[in-house]
């Protein structure tokens, strides 16, 4: 469970600069090529803040920016996803549906929506008393 949510976290980094830029500003967030870097909470070391030096200004309409930001996203975290080194098993589905997952899930949060139905599981379940959170594949057949 640990090494799911360390993927996660990092990939939301990269998601919500790309969402909250395309929805707010002309821009879309290439991770890479604009120099994405986040900020780690000192004792949690999850991502608290991000920043990016080049964004790609745009004139295009929010649906388009968006677009265009979810494919320049998807460019990068397919890579970071498929190239994280993991102590545990994270198989390549689970590594590709969590970018795709990520990314609308930072959307549709975004958008005041609720939490679309996931590809990839975060296993939290795992945890004493806890139960599959929303949107978790292990509950698609329930």
């Known amino acids: 469970m640990p090494s799911a949510f360390v993927l996660q976290w990092t990939l939301e980094a990269a998601a919500e600069a790309g ?3 395309a ?19 000192p004792s949690q070391l999850y991502p608290v803040a991000a920043q990016f030096e080049r964004p ?8 388009d920016r968006l677009e265009a930001a979810r494919a320049a996203y998807r460019v990068d975290a397919l890579e970071l996803a498929l190239g994280y080194r993991s102590p545990v098993r994270l ?25 679309p139905a996931r590809g990839s599981c975060c296993f939290i379940y795992v945890l004493p008393g806890v139960h599959e959170c929303s949107g978790c594949p292990r509950l698609a057949g329930a």
């Not at 707010?24 to 120099?35: A, C, D, I, K, Q």
């Not at 590594?95 to 609720?114: E, F, I, P, Y």
């Open 19 to 21: 969402v909250h830029a």
């Open 23 to 41: 929805r707010h500003h002309p821009w879309v967030v290439h991770p890479v090529e604009s120099g994405l870097s986040f900020e780690l909470q």
């Open 56 to 63: 790609r200004v745009t004139t295009e309409p929010l649906d």
């Open 91 to 115: 198989g390549q589905h689970t590594r590709r549906a969590m970018v795709d997952d990520v990314w609308a899930m930072t959307l549709a949060r975004a958008s005041g929506q609720r939490p």
